[in-house]
């Protein structure tokens, strides 16, 4: 009888180790699908240590919240690249709002599984700097006081947004961003040079396109504002100007006594 239930144990335990660790991929959808279905804590204690050790949860979430990620519905990506107990692939996360989102994922295998270490943004061939929102690294004492500030209300929010967007239409009929660069914050100005600016959005100037009606038509906000890790205040949204609505995605830095400019996205959609 002992010698029957010791091979019966031995069994048990060669079919537990033989069981079949799961792909990075799949991992790696699973990680997305809790992101999306709102189990944050779930998701965020699946990944490595080190990635944890980056950042804590709340701030894990409210990262994924700022890039979307929480509407994630699809995953698109390029065959892994395997060394050992690495992997390394680049993804597009596809979200309900029809966004694509960029990443390049670096997943490490620990404790028998595929886990997320790092998800970094693709280099952005303006600054050639490869972004990764989730990590401490860089930010400043100051940054918990920045945090700490109240929003702005949203009346004063859309006003903000809209005089932004005003002032990027004068900058395209005009036919330079010189003074647009001038009103921006000094933190931007110091990532950014003029001829960037210009660079950047010279598809606009080329193309001579109108957004003078976002003078008159006030923004919708798709998300609630929000200061986000970086103490960055977002406002993210659309005007309904016609033909084409206009979509924004605008990053501000306080610096006393207001908010300024740090980052602008301007797209045109039907």
């Not at 690294?137 to 940054?143: M, P």
Request: positive net charge.
């Amino acid at each position: 009888m002992f010698a029957r239930s010791c091979s019966l144990l031995l069994l048990l335990t060669l079919l537990a180790g033989c069981a079949k660790q799961p792909e990075p991929l799949a991992s790696l959808q699973q990680f997305f699908e809790q992101v999306a279905s709102g189990k944050m804590q779930e998701a965020y204690a699946s990944t490595a240590f080190g990635f944890r050790a980056q950042q804590n949860e709340k701030a894990f979430a409210r990262t994924m919240a700022e890039l979307g990620i929480d509407q994630y519905v699809a995953l698109q990506a390029d065959k892994p690249e395997v060394r050992g107990r690495e992997v390394k692939v680049e993804v597009e996360v596809a979200t309900k709002s029809g966004t694509r989102v960029p990443f390049i994922i670096t997943m490490l295998d620990e404790g028998g599984a595929w886990r997320v270490f790092a998800l970094r943004s693709p280099r952005d061939e303006r600054t050639g700097i490869a972004e990764n929102r989730f990590s401490l690294v860089g930010r400043t004492a100051a940054l918990g006081d920045v945090m700490s500030r109240p929003l702005p209300s949203d009346k004063e929010a859309k006003q903000l947004a809209q005089r932004t967007l005003s002032d990027f239409s004068d900058a395209v009929v005009a036919g330079s961003f010189t003074d647009f660069y001038d009103s921006v914050s000094r933190a931007w100005q110091n990532q950014l040079t003029r001829g960037q600016l210009q660079r950047a959005f010279q598809p606009f100037l080329d193309k001579k396109i109108d957004l003078s009606s976002v003078r008159d038509v006030e923004p919708v906000f798709d998300a609630a504002p929000v200061i986000n890790t970086d103490g960055l205040l977002v406002l993210r949204g659309h005007v309904p100007t016609s033909p084409l609505q206009t979509i924004f995605h605008l990053k501000y830095a306080y610096e006393l006594p207001k908010w300024k400019l740090f980052g602008i996205d301007v797209q045109l959609k039907r």
